[in-house]
C-alpha cells in the first residue's frame, strides 16, 4: 500500500488569540486543515467565524495582540512555526499569494497598478524594471484586462472594482505560486462582475495547477468551485468533506440549517415556504 | 382589473454633478430614466439590479424620500409628489422604509423602544402606555424580548437591529414597506430568519413590499413579481418564475446565468465533481 | 459615555490636570467660606510681601491678601469663562445646527458669513465695543461669549452636516419627523461629544481673553480681583518684587495648561466614538 504524498498545506490545532482590552479573545480555537498539491478547498463559515482570521494567519498576517499557535504548520515541507522571517517571506508572494477581499485596501493607492505587480516580482526574482514591467503588462493581459499597456500605468481608483480584483488576482499570480489564498474575493463585486472574477481566477488555476484556499460565506460560490469543503462556525471546524457530500449529505445540523437557508435561483417560487426552521418568535424569548 | 397600491409613471431622477462658472448644469448623471411600474396591493415586487442600477434610486423616489425629476407616482392614495402637511403624514403612515445598514439606520443615542414608539409619537398618536404596549407587543413579534427596550442599539447584533428597524416600521401600521437591500448585510442564517419575518408579516398583515435587491435567489424565493433595472432603465418586468424560466431581454438571461447555483451537480465553472 | 470615559482614563498628566482642576473649583467655590482674608483688607505695613505666616502667598502692591485674592479672582475668571462659554455654546450649537438645515443655497452663504465672523480678531473687537459700552460684569461675559460663538457654529456645522447625511435621520424623516425633532432627538444627542470637546477649548480662550481684557483695565473692574488684572497691576514691580505676580500668572498658566491637557484627552477618547 502505497504512501499518500504529503499536503501541500499541513495546519493543526491552529489556535489564533487576541489580546484585548475585555480580554483574551479566541478568534480560532483548534482548526485542522489540509490543502493538496491543485485542489479547490473552500472555507465556509458565518461572520465571527474565524474563517478569515485563518486565512490571514497561514500567510502570517495576524499581528499582535494576537497570537498563532499551532500543533502543526508546514507548506510544502516548510515547518511554518519554526521557519525564519526569512524563510517566511520568501515565499509570500511567490509560492503562497493572497487575494483580499477589498482590493481598494490591499492595493496602495499611491502607486500605479503596473508598479505594484512590477514590485511583487522584483522582490522575489532578479529581474530589471524594465523586465519586470513588460511581465506585469503580460499579465494584465492575460487576467483580461484590455489596452494593457495603457492600463499599467492607472492608479487604482481609477479602475472599476471588477479590475482592480483582476489586477488583485495578477498580482496574486505574478510568480505562479502553489496555494493562493483568497479572502472573499467576490463579495463586494456585483453578480455578473463575480462570475467573471472566479473565472478568471479558476482558470489560471487549471493552467498552473495551483491550491486554492477559498474562505468565503458564499454557498453558491462554494458548490461552483470548491474540491473539498471546511464549514466552520465560532472558531472551529464543525464539518468538512468533499464537496457533493457536504451539499447532499450533510452530517452535521449546523451545515444542514446553512444549506437550507439559501434559496436556489432555479428553484420555483414556493409563497408558503420558510427558510429557517425555528419560529422567529418563541414563548420565552429570542432566539438568536 | 386589480386597483394597483402603487403606480408610477415615466420617473426620472437626474442628478448634477457639475457646474459651469455660471451655475449652468455641466455634467449630469441620469440615475433612474423613465421607469413605470405598478404593485398590487398584497404582493411583492422585487426591483432586482447591480450597482449603479438606479434601484435604490427609485425606491426612495416612490417612498417620497428623494423628489424625482419628472414623472407621477401615486401610492396608497397619495400623490408622492405633491406631499405636505397633512397629506404629507398621512402618507408616512402609510408607507415605510427599511434600510439596508442595520449599523447606520438606528440613532445611537436613542433606546431601541424609544426609536419604535417615535413614529407614534411624531404622529401623536395614543397615550405614553399605549405606546409602551405597543412597543413591546412590536418587540415581541419580531423576536425580541420587551426588557431589550431599554437598551441602545450597538447592544445588539446586525440581525437583531433589523428586526428592531422592521418592529420601528410597523409601529404605524403601514399598507406599504420599501425594503432596500434589508438583508443584504445579514448574515446567510441571519437572512433567512428575517426574511421568514418578513413573510409571515406579509400574511399577518397583508403588506405590499418593494423589496430592492441585488441577491436573485433570495428574489426568486421572496418576490410575485419581478423588475430588473440596469443603468436607470427598466429591462425587463414579469412574473417571478417567468422571468426566471423565461426571461426575454439579454440583460436579465446574463443576470440569471451568473448566479451561482448551490448545487454541485449544477456547476458550470469548473468541472463537476465526480 | 461615562463608563467609557472611565475605562480610558489618561495618562499621568491628565489626571493632574483634573485633580489640579477639581482642587481649584473647590477652592473658588467653598475658600470664602473657610475663613480666608478679606481681599480688600488694605495692610500697609506689608506691602508686596513674600510668603509670611500672616499672609501665605505674600501681599499684593496695596498690601491685599494674595492668598485670598487669587482665590477670589478665581472665582471671578472661572465664572466669566464658564458663562462665557455656556453663551458661545449655546448660541453657536443653534447658529450651526440651524445652517445645516437651511437648504443649499442659503446654506452656503450662511456659512460664508459665519467665517467671517470667525476671522475677526477677538481681542480687538472686544476693546472696541467695552471702550465703547463699558465694563461690567455682564457685559464682559456677553462680549467674550458672542465672540467666540462663531467659531463654536463652524465647528457644529461641520458635524451637523456630518450627522444630517446618516441614515438614522433619513429613517426620521421617513417616519414623518420635520427638521425640527430630527434636529432635537436626531442631530444633537449625536454632538454632545464634539460639543464637549469643543467648550473645552472654548473655556481656554474665554479665560485668556478676559485675562487679556483685565489686564488692559478694559475687563473686570478694580478692586474687584480677578487674575488677568492682578498681573496687570503687579506687572510694574516685575523688577523689584518679582513674587507677588507669578501668583496670579501662573494661576492663569496652569488653569489654560490643564483645561488644554483635558480638552486633548477628551478629543482623544471620544473620538472613537464619534467614529461609531
Known amino acids: 500500500m502505497s504512501r499518500e504524498p504529503e499536503a501541500l498545506l499541513t495546519v493543526r490545532n491552529l489556535a489564533v488569540n487576541f489580546d484585548t482590552r475585555q480580554g483574551v479573545v479566541a478568534a480560532v480555537k483548534g482548526v485542522d486543515l489540509t490543502v493538496r498539491s491543485g485542489e479547490v478547498v473552500c472555507l465556509v463559515g458565518e461572520s465571527g467565524s474565524g474563517k478569515s482570521v485563518t486565512g490571514f494567519s497561514l500567510m502570517g498576517l495576524v499581528d499582535p495582540p494576537g497570537l498563532v499557535t499551532a500543533d502543526a504548520l508546514r507548506f510544502d515541507g516548510l515547518d511554518l512555526m519554526r521557519a525564519s522571517d526569512r524563510e517566511k517571506d520568501a515565499l509570500r508572494g511567490k509560492d503562497i499569494s493572497m487575494v483580499f477581499q477589498e482590493p481598494m485596501t490591499a492595493l496602495n493607492p499611491g502607486r500605479t497598478v503596473g508598479n505594484q505587480i512590477a514590485e511583487v516580482i522584483r522582490i522575489h526574482e532578479r529581474v530589471g524594471r524594465e523586465q519586470a514591467w513588460n511581465r506585469a503588462v503580460e499579465l494584465l493581459q492575460r487576467v483580461g484586462i484590455r489596452e494593457p499597456a495603457q492600463r499599467a500605468k492607472a492608479y487604482p481608483h481609477e479602475l472599476s472594482g471588477g479590475m482592480r480584483q483582476r489586477v488583485m488576482i495578477a498580482v496574486a499570480c505574478a510568480l505562479t505560486p502553489k496555494l493562493i489564498i483568497a479572502d472573499e474575493p467576490t463579495t463586494a463585486l456585483d453578480v455578473t462582475v463575480q462570475a467573471q472574477v472566479l473565472e478568471l481566477l479558476f482558470a489560471l488555476q487549471a493552467e498552473t495547477g495551483a491550491a486554492v484556499l477559498f474562505i468565503t460565506h458564499d454557498l453558491g460560490v462554494v458548490a461552483e468551485i470548491a474540491d473539498r469543503v471546511v464549514v466552520m462556525q465560532a472558531g472551529r471546524v464543525v464539518e468538512e468533506g468533499d464537496v457533493r457530500q457536504i451539499f447532499e449529505r450533510p452530517r452535521q445540523a449546523y451545515t444542514q440549517a446553512l444549506l437550507a437557508a439559501v434559496p436556489d435561483v432555479d428553484a420555483p417560487r414556493d409563497r408558503a415556504r420558510r427558510l429557517s426552521q425555528r419560529p422567529v418568535i418563541s414563548a420565552q424569548g429570542a432566539p438568536q | ?274 | ?276
Open chain 3, 1 to 276: 459615555m461615562i463608563n467609557y470615559l472611565r475605562n480610558h482614563t489618561g495618562g499621568l498628566s491628565v489626571q493632574i490636570a483634573l485633580g489640579f482642576l477639581t482642587l481649584l473649583v473647590l477652592a473658588a467655590a467653598f475658600g470664602p467660606a473657610l475663613g480666608l482674608a478679606d481681599p480688600y483688607q488694605i495692610d500697609a505695613a506689608n506691602l508686596l510681601s513674600s510668603p509670611t505666616w500672616q499672609h501665605w502667598l505674600g501681599t499684593d502692591e496695596l498690601g491685599r491678601d494674595l492668598l485670598s485674592r487669587a482665590v477670589y479672582g478665581a472665582r471671578v475668571s472661572l465664572t466669566v469663562a464658564a458663562a462665557a462659554v455656556i453663551l458661545a455654546g449655546v448660541l453657536g450649537v443653534a447658529i450651526g445646527v440651524s445652517v445645516a438645515f437651511l437648504g443649499r443655497r442659503m446654506e452656503a452663504a450662511a456659512i460664508r458669513v459665519v467665517d467671517v465672523f470667525v476671522s475677526l480678531p477677538e481681542i480687538f473687537v472686544a476693546l472696541v465695543v467695552l471702550a465703547f459700552i463699558g465694563g461690567n460684569l455682564p457685559t464682559l461675559i456677553a462680549t467674550i461669549g458672542i465672540l467666540y460663538a462663531p467659531q463654536f457654529a463652524r465647528v457644529t456645522w461641520g458635524v451637523a452636516r456630518g450627522i444630517r447625511a446618516r441614515e438614522h435621520v433619513l429613517a426620521a424623516s421617513s417616519l414623518g419627523a420635520g427638521n425640527g425633532w430630527i434636529i432635537w432627538h436626531e442631530v444633537l444627542p449625536n454632538m454632545r461629544s464634539i460639543i464637549a470637546v469643543q467648550a473645552s477649548f472654548t473655556f481656554s480662550f474665554a479665560m485668556l481673553l478676559e485675562a487679556g481684557l483685565s489686564f488692559l483695565g478694559l475687563g473686570v473692574r478694580p478692586p474687584v480681583p480677578s487674575w488677568g488684572q492682578m498681573v496687570g497691576s503687579l506687572k510694574d514691580y516685575l523688577f523689584t518684587n518679582p513674587w507677588p505676580v507669578l501668583v496670579p500668572a501662573l494661576a492663569l498658566f496652569f488653569t489654560v495648561l490643564a483645561v488644554n491637557v483635558l480638552g486633548d484627552w477628551l478629543q482623544d477618547v471620544l473620538n472613537p466614538e464619534l467614529q461609531k
Open chain 2, 1 to 274: 382589473m386589480t386597483d394597483f397600491i402603487l403606480r408610477a409613471e415615466a420617473v426620472t431622477k437626474d442628478y448634477v454633478i457639475g457646474r459651469s462658472l455660471l451655475g449652468k448644469p455641466s455634467r449630469v448623471v441620469q440615475a433612474v430614466r423613465g421607469v413605470s411600474l405598478s404593485v398590487a396591493p398584497g404582493s411583492t415586487l422585487a426591483l432586482v439590479g447591480e450597482s449603479g442600477s438606479g434601484k435604490s434610486t427609485l425606491g426612495r423616489c416612490i417612498a417620497g424620500l428623494v423628489r424625482p425629476s419628472s414623472g407621477r407616482i401615486h401610492l396608497a392614495g397619495h400623490d408622492v409628489l405633491q406631499l405636505t402637511g397633512v397629506s404629507l403624514m398621512s402618507f408616512r403612515r402609510q408607507v415605510q422604509t427599511i434600510f439596508q445598514d442595520p449599523y447606520s439606520s438606528l440613532n445611537p443615542r436613542r433606546t431601541v423602544g424609544e426609536a419604535i414608539m417615535d413614529g407614534m409619537a411624531i404622529h401623536k398618536l395614543y397615550d405614553a402606555q399605549e405606546r409602551r404596549a405597543r412597543m413591546q407587543s412590536l418587540l415581541l413579534r419580531v423576536g425580541l424580548q420587551p426588557d431589550h427596550a431599554k437598551r441602545y442599539p450597538h447592544q445588539f447584533s446586525g440581525g437583531q437591529r433589523q428586526r428592531i428597524a422592521i418592529a420601528r416600521a410597523l409601529a404605524l401600521a403601514p399598507r406599504f414597506i420599501v425594503a432596500d437591500e434589508a438583508v443584504s448585510a445579514l448574515d446567510v442564517s441571519v437572512k433567512a430568519q428575517v426574511l421568514d419575518l418578513l413573510a409571515d408579516l406579509q400574511d399577518e398583515h397583508g403588506l405590499t413590499y418593494l423589496f430592492i435587491s441585488h441577491d436573485l435567489g433570495v428574489v426568486r424565493h421572496f418576490a410575485d413579481r419581478v423588475a430588473i433595472m440596469s443603468a436607470g432603465e427598466l429591462v425587463e418586468e414579469g412574473e417571478c418564475d417567468q422571468i426566471f424560466e423565461a426571461p426575454r431581454h439579454e440583460y436579465t438571461r446574463k443576470l440569471i446565468a451568473a448566479v451561482p447555483r448551490p448545487d454541485p451537480a449544477r456547476r458550470r465553472l469548473r468541472q463537476a465533481p465526480a
